[in-house]
């Protein structure tokens, strides 16, 4: 992907992954390097009424904080509400894996 010239206080290269228009008047802690958010339907029930259920968009994006070399995968509804959850690509991954062991214990 071609983009523009880097900004001044951004001493590295994107990640492959980031699709950051990066400017020279970002503020500091909007320095992040982030990917295109992967979104997935899924369908959830609600524990307070049993007999209904929601489809809910989950959003999963792919960051990075400019200058640092930790990638972290933030994970969240896609109305934005509530704090998400934010997993190192280790956590994601054993998350992954203790889903679908879960989702197939027993699976018809
Ligand atoms: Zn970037």
Redesign the pocket.
């Known amino acids: 992907m071609n983009k523009p010239q880097r900004p001044s206080w951004q001493t590295d290269e ?2 492959a992954w ?1 699709v ?1 228009e ?1 400017r020279e008047d970002d503020l500091p802690d909007d320095r992040v ?1 982030d990917s295109v958010a992967t979104s997935l339907t899924v369908t959830t029930r609600d524990i307070s009424t049993p007999s209904r259920t929601a489809a809910v968009e989950l959003l999963l994006v792919r960051f990075r904080e400019v200058d640092d070399d930790e990638d972290w995968l933030h994970l969240m509804t896609g109305e934005g509400s509530g704090p998400g959850l934010t997993l190192s690509p280790e956590g994601a991954r054993a998350l992954g894996r203790t889903l679908l062991a879960v989702a197939n214990t027993g699976a018809k």
Do not use: A
Request: aromatic share 0%; proline share 17%; hydrophobic share 0%.
């Open positions: 994107c990640p980031c950051t990066h390097h």
